[in-house]
Structures are given as structure tokens and as C-alpha cells.
């Protein structure tokens, strides 16, 4: 109950942007990349100019040494629900790119309020591990004892405690993570929706003045989904922005 493919070493939210950048999972197949294009590149580059391809070894070298110095100077925790952390930071990471693309808001506000959302649910899971070892830790305990025990009977009325917590922390932990997701795709869709209608105003633009007819073309009208529908999805995405937003409960 609760883990999944575990364990995976996570970095907490470092206090430099560049840090984050270094770090995040969505950067490290793009670092991974970056390298080996650089090391193919100063291969080649060692025929024509040795000080080119020392240029770009340095480079190389720089960036793992960052990439090494981030790593050092950000915490890191470990957790065993591996598959709700990764949805929590895809989430958060399409959030990042696509809610500031609609203009609804700015991208530092999203960014941060990202961030600290997947802080609170980092420490979640960090908390949930810590009940699932408390559990497996009584479990064997009351192997060891006879049914009739006294002790046997009292330690498991505290597991049954303990599963009733445990359960709710996990439905929690759920129920953050798929708010996050919901904002995502609320987001990425109306990202995606301006993106179309960006490209349909600058089709009409581009025929407007091959043809020079302003008006022949559209009648006044907007080749794009009507506002009113951009104006509800708009909302549905504030109204879930805010509710992510609000200090939980308690």
C-alpha cells in the first residue's frame, strides 16, 4: 500500500533557478544529449583545431561541474512511491510551460506556486514511507506473538490506527497529485487551443493581404472556436489554479 517501483532518489526544490534546471527529470535526457553532441562534435573538431576541440571539452566539463556542485547543495530524500511523484512532477512541469502560454498569469507566480505544490507533496510521501515502515515494523512484531496475547491484542488495535491513518494520508497524497494533473490538462488545452487560433489569425492575415480584401474573407469573423467557450475554459483553470493555491485545512 503505497509503494510503487520505489525506491528513487528525489531532489527538494533548490534555492537557485539554475539549480532546478540542472535537476529537474524533464532536463536530464537533454544534458545526456547535449554532452553527447558535444563529444561527437570535438571529435571532429580534433582533426581541423586542437584548441577547438579543447574549447568544447571545457564546456562539457563545465556543465558536469555545475550538474555536480547543484547536486551537492541541494537536499535530497528518498521515496518508494515512485509512480505518484512521477505524475506530480509531469504535472507540475506542463503547468510550468503551458499556463503562462494562455495568459492567465505570470510565469515566476506559476512557477512558484508549481514548486511549492510539489514540495507539500514530497513532504506527503516522505511522511507516507515513514507510517509504511512504522506498519511493516508492527506487522512482523505481532507475528512473533500468539493470537490470545494481551500485548498482541493491544498492539493490534494501534495497527488498525495506523491503517486508518496511513490510508488517509495515501488518499491525500492522491488527491493533491490529480488536482496538479487536472491543471495540467486544463492547461496544455487551452495552450493549445491559442496556439490554433494564433495560426488561424495569421493564416487570415497572410490571405487578407495577398488578396487585399480585408472584409471578403471572414464577414467580421474570427475563424476560431467562439469566446465564450475560451472564456468557460479560462475559468475552469483559475477556479482549479485557486483552489491549489489555498492553504489546506488544519
Given amino acids: 500500500m503505497g509503494e510503487h517501483t520505489g525506491p528513487i532518489t528525489v531532489y527538494r526544490v533548490p534555492r537557485r533557478r539554475w539549480h532546478e534546471v540542472l535537476l529537474g527529470s524533464g532536463n536530464r535526457l537533454g544534458l ?3 554532452t553527447l553532441i558535444g563529444l561527437l562534435t570535438a571529435r571532429l573538431l580534433l582533426a581541423v583545431s586542437l584548441a577547438a576541440a579543447a574549447a568544447v571539452g571545457a564546456v562539457i566539463a563545465t556543465l ?3 550538474v555536480w556542485i547543484a547536486r551537492r547543495t541541494t537536499e535530497r ?3 518508494t512511491d515512485r509512480y505518484r511523484w512521477d505524475r506530480a ?3 507540475g512541469t506542463a503547468v510550468v510551460e503551458h499556463l503562462p502560454v494562455t495568459g492567465l498569469l505570470p510565469a515566476v507566480e506559476v512557477r512558484a506556486v508549481v514548486r511549492r505544490e510539489l514540495s507539500q507533496i514530497l513532504d506527503l510521501l516522505v511522511e507516507q514511507d515513514r507510517l509504511l515502515a512504522v506498519q ?4 512482523r512484531a505481532a507475528r512473533d506473538l500468539p493470537a490470545g496475547e494481551p500485548v498482541r491484542r493491544e498492539l493490534d488495535a494501534e495497527l488498525i490506527a495506523l491503517d486508518e491513518q496511513l490510508c488517509a494520508l495515501i ?3 492522491e488527491a493533491r497529485v490529480a488536482r496538479l494533473a487536472g491543471l495540467a490538462a486544463q492547461a496544455t488545452e487551452l495552450a ?5 487560433r494564433r495560426r488561424a489569425r ?6 487578407r493581404h495577398e488578396l487585399r480584401r480585408p472584409e471578403a474573407l471572414t464577414g467580421g469573423h474570427q475563424p476560431t472556436d467562439p469566446a465564450g467557450e475560451a472564456v468557460e475554459r479560462a475559468e475552469a483553470i483559475l477556479t482549479a489554479y485557486r483552489e491549489m493555491t489555498q492553504p489546506d485545512p488544519g
Avoid at 511493516?136 to 506487522?139: E, F, I, P, V, Y
Avoid at 493549445?192 to 490554433?196: G, I, S
Fill in 77 to 79: 530524500v528518498q521515496i
Fill in 171 to 173: 488518499s491525500l497524497v
Fill in 64 to 66: 558536469w561541474l555545475a
Fill in 32 to 34: 545526456y544529449v547535449v
Fill in 202 to 207: 495569421q493564416a487570415t492575415t497572410r490571405i
Fill in 192 to 196: 493549445t487551443l491559442e496556439a490554433r
Fill in 89 to 91: 512532477e509531469r504535472a
Fill in 136 to 139: 511493516r515494523d508492527a506487522r
